[in-house]
């Protein structure tokens, strides 16, 4: 109850604010709907890499993140192309602290 609670108030401050395009998609999915909400508030953040850590850990699959990235596109560019390499490269990433999210642990990437 309560993630779905804070999912409600993160998409009602990111549809409140932001350039078009940064809002989150409606959804069904309540993990989707918080995983979206991540990358949105992260969108908004100049596409920070480093901020969509929160995405990686409540996205709770590749998949999932891949969709809400798809939704705001600007975050997958140069050196990295697709979602699973980034958020590989995040896991391995020590300073990151996603070692342990079901993501990292789903691909079998921690720091080295």
Same mark, same amino acid.
């Given at each position: 109850?309560r993630?779905? /609670?804070?999912a409600?108030l993160?998409?009602?401050l990111?549809g *409140?604010?932001?350039p078009?395009?940064?809002?989150p %998609? @409606? $959804? &069904? &999915?309540p993990?989707l709907? $918080?995983? &979206?909400a991540?990358v #949105? +508030?992260a =969108? /908004?953040?100049?596409h920070?890499i $480093? %901020?969509l850590d929160a995405?990686i850990?409540? *996205?709770q699959t590749?998949?999932?993140l891949? $969709?809400?990235?798809s939704?705001h @596109?600007?975050?997958?560019?140069g =050196?990295?192309t697709?979602p +699973? !390499?980034?958020?590989?490269?995040r896991? !391995?990433? %020590?300073? %990151?602290g /996603? #070692?342990?999210?079901g993501i990292?642990?789903? /691909?079998?990437?921690k720091p080295?």
């Open positions: 109850m993630i779905g /609670l804070i409600v993160a998409l009602a990111v *409140c604010s932001g078009p395009g940064s809002t %998609a @409606p $959804t &069904d &999915d993990i709907a $918080t995983c &979206d991540d #949105a +508030a =969108a /908004l953040n100049d920070e $480093t %901020a995405a850990r409540d *996205c590749v998949d999932r891949q $969709t809400a990235i939704r @596109p600007g975050f997958l560019s =050196a990295v697709t +699973a !390499e980034f958020v590989g490269r896991c !391995e990433d %020590a300073s %990151a /996603l #070692a342990s999210t990292c642990v789903a /691909l079998g990437r080295a």
